[in-house]
């Protein structure tokens, strides 16, 4: 009997940066090369090379079950319905994420549905998700400092949207630096790199 196919699993990594080439590209691409590792399929967004508007409130996605803003956001929701991993990352700026990834956020608002109690949300996402936010950031204490991004991001992708799990983590560009990076436990980069791989399953 021939083996069932089993198709690969997928990543969605997700760069809310306006530099494409700076220090949360460079703790995705941390998080890319993990997921590789474990011959999990991974796609790469840059929110600055597409047209994302705001979210109008408008709720024409909780009476159509979609959002009705003609814009790249809806080829993003095709590949978030079908990703296994939804990993996003952002610089801090002014103690919050960027414009555009805010942006981005807000619009997954459309996998929301009004349920029968009021003030409760549905998600409309398959089941069965992770999630992975990651914050680079300029103040050596910024993993204290921003934590509430950390709360906020739990909440959004793991009670409203529905995710089985998440992790958040915000690094310091400090620990990025070659001579910074050392090797002691508490250490915010070591952190986000051991987490990540036993929450993708790199042994």
């Known amino acids: 009997m021939p083996e069932e196919y089993v198709e690969p699993m997928k990543a969605l990594i997700i760069n809310g940066s306006a530099r494409k080439n700076g220090n949360t590209a460079a703790l995705l691409e941390r998080v890319r090369m993990k997921f ?42 095709e590949k978030i319905q079908e990703a296994d991993f939804i990993v996003l990352g952002s610089p801090v700026y002014m103690g919050a994420e960027t414009g555009r990834a805010k942006s981005f956020v807000d619009r997954l608002y459309a996998f929301l549905r009004f349920a029968e109690k009021k003030g409760v949300f549905e998600s409309n996402l398959k089941k069965g998700k992770k999630a992975i936010v990651v914050f680079s950031c300029g103040l050596k ?9 950390n709360v906020r991001y739990f909440n959004t992708f793991v009670r409203l949207l529905g995710c089985d799990d998440m992790r958040s983590f915000i690094i310091p560009s400090f620990y990025l630096v070659e001579k910074n990076k050392g090797s002691h436990d508490s250490h915010p980069l070591k952190q986000f790199l051991d987490e990540t791989s036993r929450f993708i399953g790199v042994s």
């Open 36 to 77: 590789k590792k474990v011959s999990i399929d991974v796609e790469w967004i840059n929110l600055v090379d597409l047209k994302i508007e705001d979210c109008r409130g408008c709720l024409a996605c909780k009476k159509n079950d979609r959002c009705e803003i003609d814009d790249d956001m809806q080829t993003i929701y």
């Open 141 to 149: 204490d910024g993993d204290i400092v921003y934590n509430h991004l």
